[in-house]
């Protein structure tokens, strides 16, 4: 009798671990088509050195969604030379038929896009930073 308890209880252990793992690997399976789309969108957008020509957008012809549009809104940061950047993603559900929005928020590192005066004062600011820290210390 007791070892046909044990045997029900290690097979309900079991049954439930394994339950677990396949509805654990069926949450973090993503969608491979959208994801190949959205970094061709990245890698076109990030490759456009001028700022203006960046912010003005741009439309790609994607593998899987047809054509879709992305915009870029930027904006600077406390750290010199880097901006925090809205990638804004319009594509067409192949499903649905309608359009679907998607944003999605980087930090890049552009010297280009700095203004001189601004970097100065702003690498100025993080070195007094670090030398208030480093006299707080000793």
């Known amino acids: 009798m007791l070892a046909l308890a044990l045997f029900g209880v290690a097979v309900t252990t079991f049954a ?3 339950l677990n793992i396949i509805n654990a690997i069926s949450a973090i399976q993503v969608d ?3 994801e190949q789309d959205m970094s061709m969108m990245r890698a076109e957008a ?3 050195s001028d700022i203006e020509e960046l912010e003005e957008g741009g439309e790609v012809m994607t593998g899987h969604h047809g054509e879709a549009t ?20 319009e594509m067409e559900d192949r499903e649905t038929g309608e359009k679907q929005v998607f944003t999605e928020i ?3 590192t552009r010297p280009t896009w700095s203004d001189p005066i601004e970097r100065a004062d ?4 993080t ?6 820290r480093q006299a707080g210390l000793e």
């Not at 702003?122 to 600011?125: F, K």
């Open 106 to 108: 980087h930090f890049l």
């Open 70 to 89: 992305w915009e870029i809104e930027c904006e600077p940061t406390l750290v010199a030379d880097l901006f925090k950047v809205w990638l804004n993603v």
């Open 127 to 132: 070195r007094d930073r670090l030398l208030a």
């Open 32 to 34: 491979q088509p959208f």
């Open 16 to 18: 439930a671990s394994y």
């Open 46 to 48: 990030f490759s456009i």
């Open 122 to 125: 702003l690498r100025a600011e």
